[in-house]
């Protein structure tokens, strides 16, 4: 029989793929100086290699600690998590991660925030350089190489900054309420360049955010987590074609999704409608 081309992570079947995230156990406590503050409690999570999970949940619940302590950024108190069956307790090199604040240099021009990565990893500049270029390019940001970050727009800096956490093609992107602080429009174009960059760089994708649409949107499964101390309440699976479009939010299975979720979020008491 004839030999058949592989196919990529982000392609195949999410039964068929490989677990690239397994979270056990896990609980997190801060010493407050009013005591102990517990952040996050028994969290158990396993991502597919390639698969788009969002993170929604309300201000509070440990979401962007659950993301840190992913990272490598943060400590672990009570059970682990593997990347690649390799226990995390330091600095994770694989990972790209994206802020809501884009925290770019201001006296470096967009490409050379970008290169920051390739320096830091003391990476070959010529090929770094091609790549950044590239990367500009896909989010139609090539004739704005040169302009420092005052001269570009909140989503310009954005992409800018979504561009060097992909510099060095890392396997797993973490992005915490990347597009948070945008405004409607510019938020919807950046789903779709995120989308189409996730398409083309065959990522596994862990995204924080707050908006019940843009997690529908964007995931192969959306995780609700509960009030603090943050749980996982429930797992939805988004059963939505891929390309995603922006028309796609206006069909009964996408609208359905967002009734599901809201009563989920009504139903732990995050939603109060009284007046």
């Known amino acids: 029989m004839p030999a058949t081309e592989p196919v990529p992570a982000n392609q195949a079947p ?17 010493n407050g100086r009013q005591g102990k503050v517990q952040a996050l409690q028994d969290i158990n999570l396993n991502i597919k290699r390639g698969e788009f999970v969002s993170v929604l949940g309300p201000s509070g619940c440990g979401k962007s600690t659950l993301l840190m302590m992913l990272s490598g950024l943060l400590p672990t108190n009570v059970g682990r998590i593997m990347v690649d069956n390799k226990h995390i307790d330091a600095p994770n090199p694989d990972a790209g991660i994206v802020f809501q604040q884009d925290v770019l240099l201001e006296w470096r021009t967009a490409l050379q925030n970008i ?10 500049m010529t090929e770094a350089k091609a790549r950044a270029r590239q990367l500009l390019k896909m989010v139609s940001l090539e004739d704005f190489e040169g302009s420092y970050p005052k001269e570009l727009s909140g989503g310009m800096r954005q992409r800018v900054s979504i561009c060097r956490a992909l510099l060095h093609k890392p396997p797993l992107m973490l992005m915490d309420e990347p597009f948070g602080a945008l405004d409607a429009m510019t938020r919807d174009q950046l789903q779709i360049d995120l989308l189409r960059l996730c398409a083309d760089n065959e990522m596994t994708v862990f995204f924080i955010t707050h908006s019940i649409p843009e997690a ?5 499964r959306v995780v609700v987590m509960s009030p603090r101390p943050g749980r996982i309440e429930q797992i939805i699976d988004i059963d939505l074609p ?10 009964p299975k996408f609208i359905e999704y ?4 809201t009563k989920i979020f009504q139903g732990l008491g995050v939603f109060r409608e009284e007046y």
Do not use: N, V, W, Y
């Open 115 to 124: 290169l920051i990565q390739a320096e830091i990893r003391k990476s070959d």
């Open 242 to 251: 891929r390309p995603r479009r922006l028309a796609m939010r206006e069909e």
């Open 258 to 261: 967002t009734r599901e979720l």
């Open 216 to 220: 529908i949107f964007l995931s192969d």
């Open 14 to 30: 999410h039964h068929a793929r490989a677990d690239h995230i397994a979270i056990t156990g896990l609980s997190k406590t801060f």
